[in-house]
Structures are given as C-alpha cells and as structure tokens.
C-alpha cells in the first residue's frame, strides 16, 4: 500500500464509495436516456450542498494562488448560476466550519476536484440530453476546463506523507462520499414525501 501513489491509493481506497455515489439517484439520473430539467435540478442541488459543506476548508487549506502548487478554486458560485438557469431556488444553508485536518482536507479536494473531471464527460451528454450550454444551465459541468483535476494530480505526485497522513486523507475522502450519498438520499426522502 505505501508503493501506491497517493492519487492510486484514494482511488482504491474509495473505488465502492464512488460506485454508490455514481449508483444512487439523483447522479445516477445524469447517465439515464430519460433525464429531464427536474432530475437534472435534483442533481445540482446535491451537488450544491457537498461544494457549500467543503469549500470554505478548501479555500482556506488552498486557497493561496500565488503558491505555485495546487489551489483551490471555487465553484460553488458556479453550481448556483446552474440552479438559477434552470429556474430552481438556491437551497439555503449554514457555511461549514473549517475542516482543521490538511490532510483529511486533501481527501475533501480529491472528490471534489474529481467531480469536476467528471464533468468532462458529463458536460457533453447533458448538453445533447438537456439541449444547454455552459450559459444555459452546464456551467458547473464546464468548469473541468480550467483543468484543477490536473493541476491537483500534479500536485499529490510531489506530496510526500507518511502513512498515517495518508490514511487522515482517505478518511477524508470517504467522508466526502458519505456527505454526497446522505444529500443524494436527503433529496430522495424529500422527493417521496
């Protein structure tokens, strides 16, 4: 395991948490031949919860764009504007505190720039699926061209952590994907209601 680079060791680590992110309704809807405005909303709302949950730690961890490293940028503004295009009401919500852990924080920021990618993919079928742009409602889905996946892949390869910091960051990580699978299930218990 200390022979895996931390970008393989998050991603082994996390691999059956991912899959159920990926399985569950709403996201999983983002893959379904029938997506419409409606489920397409659900997804943006619980998408605009874990960015809001995580990006003040994100900020405050990378924030600093003068590093020449890895920094965060925000993008919640960006899934907000995605909810407003689409007639949808931004959800309301307490900013969370800041995550002290640097190392849990890199976990955050592995699913949270790992999305993005996603979007890469995502971004094309919705605008064929939705018949929308990056000005009609894709803009978070878009924002994998600022290329942050990358920049973040680069950056872990020059990150030297000893095995209790990389198990803080996979902790992390795992406990970004149980934020994504409780909204994912907070918008279906909303829905049956």
Known sequence: MENLSLLALLRQQT?????????QAPISALMSADLDDDGYLDALFVLHDFVAS?????????????????????RLRE???DIHQLQGITPTYQPATVEPCFYRAIGIAYVIEGSTAGGKILAKRLAR???R????????FNFHRRGTWSLFQRWLETVQLNASQRQRCISGAMDGFDTLLAQQHSIYQQQSC
């Open 15 to 23: 691999a059956a948490k991912h899959r159920q992110v990926e399985q």
């Open 54 to 74: 995580a990006e003040r730690s994100l900020q405050h961890h990378f924030g600093d764009q003068s590093s020449g490293t890895y920094y965060y940028m925000p």
């Open 79 to 81: 899934i907000i504007r």
């Open 129 to 131: 699926q939705l018949r």
């Open 133 to 140: 742009d990056r000005n009609s409602g894709l803009a978070y």
